[in-house]
């Protein structure tokens, strides 16, 4: 989790939005990311989508059956969806997204028996510390506007 953390200072950084995604495969890192929709123009360049792609190229499949992600903040729907498609083993996330967390917060899409796979949720791991970069990237944000 503490790799995710590090890709998310980058995302803030480059001026993106911090979140940052790690994927894990048997205790061994097989990818790191962090948004990047701003850079690629891309309105799916959120962490844990770059990580997905990321991990199924190394890995030659788009299933990734074993494969743990870590992220410093609650997916929304369209991260939690990916995770469901690629088969995700476990999510562990740090903060919740009040706003647009679909795991929880606003939505369930992970919740079991909800799809024909079913994802092993964990949350709160390093919590305080992505919340508070959160808070301080949109605080300086609307500081400057």
């Not at 499949?61 to 469901?84: D, Q, S």
Request: charged letters at 25%; glycine letters at 6%.
């Amino acid at each position: 989790m503490k790799l995710a953390l590090e890709e998310a200072h980058k995302a803030a950084q480059e001026q993106e939005v911090p979140v940052g995604a790690v994927a894990v495969l048997d205790g061994e890192l097989v990818a790191q990311e962090h948004n990047r929709s701003i850079q690629l123009h891309d309105p799916t360049g959120h962490a844990e989508i770059l990580v997905l792609r990321e991990a199924g190229q190394k890995l030659s499949n788009y299933r990734l059956k074993n494969l743990e992600i870590y992220v410093t903040l609650e997916p929304c729907a369209m991260c939690a969806g990916a995770l469901l498609w690629a088969r995700i083993q476990r999510l562990v996330f740090g903060a919740r997204d009040e706003k647009a967390g679909a795991v929880f917060s606003k939505a369930s899409l992970l919740s079991e028996g909800r799809f024909n796979h079913t994802v092993q949720v964990v949350e709160g791991i390093l919590a305080q510390p992505s919340r508070e970069l959160l808070q301080e990237f949109f605080a300086a944000r609307r500081a400057s506007e």
